[in-house]
């Protein structure tokens, strides 16, 4: 089993920058897939970045491509996801997410999930 654990989200104002983390335990496996999602009031989870945990390739929503950047941390099983330049939009519940074989960015393949942290963007 996994176990992931988000932390770092707040609210911020526009243009400014926020870096989650999210702490792994249990075993993974070299194969895995480590990604963020976030849902807003409404509407559904939505794929954000992902990383492989062992080569450290990363894909990107549109979205998001240019502000975020997904990191990993191998010896401290860390997660990471700065976001910068974030706008109003970006505001959802941001979860941490794990899977076995490739990259994919539909939460239906995931097979391990946080909590979730809030961040709130205001303008």
């Known amino acids: 089993q996994v176990q992931l654990v988000e932390s770092g989200g707040g609210l911020v104002q526009a243009g400014g920058s926020l870096r989650l983390s999210c702490a792994a335990s249990g075993r993974t496996y070299s194969g895995y897939v480590m990604g963020w999602f976030r849902q807003a009031p409404g509407k559904e989870r939505e794929f954000v970045a992902a990383?492989?945990?062992?080569?450290?390739?990363?894909n990107y929503a549109d979205s998001v491509k240019g502000r975020f950047t997904i990191s990993r941390d191998n010896a401290e099983k860390m997660v990471y996801l700065q976001m910068n330049s974030l706008k109003p939009e970006d505001t959802a519940v941001y979860y941490c997410?794990?899977?076995?074989?490739?990259?994919?960015?539909?939460?239906?393949?995931?097979?391990?999930w946080g909590q979730g942290t809030q961040v709130t963007v205001s303008s």
């Open positions: 997410a794990a899977r076995r074989g490739p990259t994919t960015i539909l939460t239906s393949d995931y097979d391990y």
């Open positions: 990383i492989s945990w062992s080569a450290g390739i990363t």
